[in-house]
């Protein structure tokens, strides 16, 4: 605590026994973090062992990619990490949102049903299902029938509703694990797995999708472990742990894999072809870290929840609420808070520092949003970022930080911007 107070003269004697007090009452917390972060390494680290994995599958390829080592190593890696069949990681997998969308495309026909039993899918989906725009090629332009469970009043999934829901042309469950732009907790994995296990008890060839976007490495068990059919992500966020440069995962049962890799690259050719650009020692090394990092990140988060809790807001979820993604969500209330914050944010990272946030009109999104990122990697969310759509209730996102220091940081001038201290 000392060390910060030299690099931060806004820190008065009140403020620095706040500080004090938070991470008093956080220990508990962070040392089940701790916990779940020692074994999500030893997972990994096996997965790569059990592999093989050598030097040589950091070399690169050329042209088409035939034979490319390294990725087929990579995607081997994944799919045991995951414990399924196979996998699909690539750098041309642009974002989490092209990767949902390659599953998405590839899974569902003309008369099949998707139901999102996590309410609305994140609002960069919504012109790919068909929910806005006037994309020709929308999921339900192409005859998919769409079909949404919001949550209970209290936030819990409205298993009720699923059960009634399902009938003979549903071909896909839908589940969104973070919580997007929505004030709720995120869906742990013993949730997940009651969806499933009810879907699959009123039919076992519904294929049950898990958007894993923020969610990797939080628990113990992934998506895929408690009877997913099919999830995806970005690499950068949690499983890149902060190294990969770009990229997106998709891991499940190998028939799924097969048909997304169709429509990844084109029928017959599927996972074959695809360079890797030399990333592959980048993207092995950051899953590597990613369970110290992600731990971090997590710290950083139940650091953040009770700074501004016990300063009376709002707060999703909780500073000792289970936790299922690495987002803590703050309801402040008002448009020049939330600017105040994401402009704390931004003055605390090492990259871009001098820069000044504000609202803008995002592609894919239906208010302006500010974003503030200082990230070594541009939109890297493991990073230390804050976010938020400049709309009522006025609720700001917090995530990521590689290192639990630069997080806290990052909520203290948060807070003191709001302050005004």
Known sequence: MNQLRKFNDKISDDLFNKIKNVETSIKDQHSQIELIKEYNQYKILDAMQSSNLSDQHFNWTTGY?????GREKT??????VFCTEDAIVRPNIVNGTHALSLCL???L????E???VTSKPYDTLDELIGLKGNYKFSLINKGVLYKQIDFLEDGNIDFQNISESINTKTKLIYIQR?????????VDIETIEKVIKLVKKVDPSIICMVDNCYGEFIEEKEPTEVGADVIAGSLIKNPGGGLALTGGYIVGRKKIIEDISYQLTSPGIGKECGLTFGQTRTVLQGLFLAPQTVSEAVKGAVFCSKLFEDEGYEVKPRFNDKRSDIIQAIKLGSKDKIIDFCKGVQASSPVDSFVSPEPWDMPGYDS????????????????LSSDAPIKEPYVVYFQGGLTYAHSKLGAIKAFTNIKHL
Not at 75 to 80: D, F
Not at 109 to 112: A, L, R
Not at 179 to 186: D, P, Q, V
Request: proline share 2%; charged share 15%.
């Open 65 to 69: 990619g035939y034979n490319d080592i």
């Open 75 to 80: 995607e081997e890696i994944y799919a045991k």
């Open 105 to 107: 495309t590839s899974i």
């Open 109 to 112: 026909s003309h008369g099949d």
């Open 114 to 116: 998707m139901i999102a």
């Open 178 to 186: 973070s919580t997007g732009y929505g004030f709720r907790n995120a």
């Open 368 to 383: 302006p949003v500010i974003m503030a990122a200082g990230a070594f990697v541009q939109g890297s969310s493991i990073e």
